[in-house]
């Protein structure tokens, strides 16, 4: 049964070839590049309102050179927007439930933000291992402790951000399985698991959106130390 459940979680593919491709491009296709030529029409207008709304919410803290990431940070937001709500669509893969693509998202942007914070303000980022007015017997102790947490910053955004869809996924696939099951046994349980699972659903777009955004925010509160 648990090889089953997971199996969901497998790359499928096609003719000998992983469909993770496409889901990967799926999300570029909705976003088709703006032409002068075309007249605004309802989609672009209301992509135009998120891009404007999420840079200003993001990059208002930020100082100016922080505002060099803004094309990057956005992309990807409606990157893993769009993977995380394409994913909940029956009979597609949710390459955002990969711990690898995760990590391989998180690790090289982290590392951006902590190079830069060390070319830019060395003193500054050294502080960080070491708060001020610490007793003497602790600083070794306290710059082991930031050091390690430190680096385990790209782990948790990557862990998170599977964590939360994987468990989304399951817990679909189970509620799902016990509806079907309970059919023509029970059909008034089976009615309320039904419920219970159009809840978990709506539940699970909410989750879809905001993990997006909280990997995003991260990032940019990582850049915001380090600019």
């Not at 001020?132 to 948790?156: H, N, Q, Y």
Request: charged share 5%.
């Amino acid at each position: 049964l648990s090889l089953n459940l997971f199996s969901q979680f497998a790359s499928p593919s096609l003719l000998g070839l992983p469909l993770i491709f496409v889901a990967l491009l799926a999300p570029w296709l909705m976003f088709p590049t703006p032409c002068n030529r075309w007249l605004t029409n309802r989609l672009v207008t209301m992509q135009s309102w998120f891009v404007n709304t999420f840079t200003k919410q993001i990059f208002s803290p930020l100082n100016t050179p922080g505002h060099k990431w803004a094309l990057i940070l956005t992309s990807l937001m409606i990157f893993l927007l769009g993977m995380n709500l394409l994913g909940l669509l029956p009979y597609t893969f949710t390459p955002t439930t990969q711990l690898s693509l995760n990590l391989g998202l998180a690790i090289p942007l982290w590392l951006a933000t902590v190079a830069i914070g060390f070319r830019n303000q060395l003193t500054a980022s050294l502080g960080h291992f070491l708060p001020e007015g610490t007793p003497t017997p602790l600083i070794p102790i306290l710059i082991i402790i930031e050091t390690i947490s430190l680096f385990i910053r790209p782990m948790a955004l990557g862990v998170r951000l599977t964590a939360n869809l994987t468990a989304g996924h399951l817990l679909i696939q189970l509620i799902s399985s016990a509806t079907l099951a309970l059919l023509f046994s029970s059909p008034v349980v089976s009615a309320l698991t039904f419920i219970t699972l159009i809840l978990l659903t709506m539940l699970e777009i909410a989750v879809a959106m905001i993990q997006a955004y909280v990997f995003v925010l991260l990032l940019s509160l990582y850049l915001q130390e380090n600019t």
